[in-house]
């Protein structure tokens, strides 16, 4: 791929390019591809060299074996190292955030495991809130382990004083301090200014402390965590980021140094993403802000609806915070919209939970997020199943509990679908209404 010079790009007249018009062209010249306006899949295994010397630089930046010399960059090699398409689903990746780098994954978990394996060695531990998607939580608490890393755990609305003495007690120990905000299914938000603090307070600049951030349930639309301080970001772009429910993939996103140590796990690991799948992120990319601002504004709508249900004991929305103060001045302070996704608790339990679930009609059963379509599932014996009940209760996962993850449908006419599948639940007599908050 030609060399790309992409602050001409981001510029035009004098003015900075907003992320969703670049969307359209960032780092893709439609010259070098027979003046397609779209940049083609480059479904190749592996790039010829123009001479023997040519690879042999390649290499040598690829694996570390010198630096690259004023102006010099790493060509195509092999598709597991890079390639056109992710190069330039990459160089879009970096827009929304503000980030100098950034890498794409097979899924969301190849993105969080690569990333947290890149920066952790045996000794280390990670001090995560709690919270963080089944999948991660069993990595963290399950898989770690093996490695001699140990996980310790936090509540999102610990004061920051007393997390700032978790992460000095563990000191030079400490290697990550991992976060889910909004935390998965409760839409807890954790002060990343908070965890920035403590980090740098229990790391030195010969072990730092990485703050590393699942930004999921916002996306890079609504919420910017490297504007806080954090090191890395994390998505699971099979999310809001592809949208459509037609891919998995994951990416990861901080500064150049950052990212040199997980592309390199990346490489090793072979937890890239492939082309086609990268193609279809571009395509995805294009609409991004459209689909999430639509979402986010039907689901206001909805979770207001919900909050006045009688069969309805709580929400959880990031727009239903004025009876926590201390949620409240986070969202104030580092969210820029409350999204799309929606907890509650139905009146009574799990038996009425599946009911409700089971007489959706518009809304699909499904679990995943972020699509064109709404979605709903039970967390507690769906996505996060497992972990164990009573630690669950201890998160705030109930058994009454239902997510919602609300798409681009009209609002009405899912609310109706709500309003149907409530009807045909029977409340238990003996349920008492708890306080909506």
Known sequence: MKVKNLRKQAELNGRTLKPESLMMSYGFN??????????????????????????KAFFELAYGLRQAEPGEEMGLIYSRLNNPSLEILEDRLTLWDGAEDAAAFASGMAAISTSLLALLKPGDVVLHAEPVYGGTDFFLKNVLPRFGITAESFSPTLPADELLARAEALGERLAVLYVETPANPTNHLVDLDACVAAARRAGSAERPCRVVV???????????????????????????????????????????????????????????????????????????????????????????????????????????????????????????????????????????????????????????????????????????????????????????????????????????????AFASVEVPAEAQYDAVI
């Open 30 to 55: 439609p010259e070098w591809s027979e003046n397609a306006i779209k940049c083609p899949i480059f479904q190749t295994s592996t790039f010829v060299f123009s001479k023997a010397e040519e690879g």
């Open 214 to 420: 699942d930004n999921t349930f916002l996306g890079p639309v609504f919420q910017h965590p490297l504007k806080h301080g954090a090191d890395l970001v994390i998505y699971s772009a099979t999310k809001f980021l592809g949208g459509h429910s037609d891919l998995i993939a994951g990416a990861a996103l901080g500064s150049k140094a950052l990212m040199k140590e997980v592309r390199a796990m990346r490489t090793f690991m072979g937890t890239m993403c492939d082309p086609n799948t990268g193609w279809m992120l571009m395509r995805s990319l294009e609409t991004l802000k459209l689909r999430m601002e639509r979402a986010a504004q039907s689901a206001q709508i909805i979770a207001d609806w919900l909050r006045e249900h009688p069969q309805v004991t709580r929400t959880y929305y990031l727009g239903h915070l004025e009876h926590d103060a201390a949620q409240q001045d986070i969202y104030r302070r580092q969210c820029l919209s409350p999204g799309s996704m929606i907890s509650f608790d139905i009146r009574g339990g799990e038996a009425e939970a599946f009911a409700f679930l089971n007489s959706l009609q518009l809304i699909k059963l499904a679990v995943s997020l972020g699509g064109t379509e709404s979605l709903a599932e039970h967390p507690a014996t769906m996505t996060h199943s497992d972990i164990e009940p009573a630690t669950q209760r201890e998160m705030g996962i109930t058994s009454s509990m239902v997510r919602l993850s609300i798409g681009v449908e009209d609002p009405a006419d899912l609310m109706a679908d709500l309003a149907q």
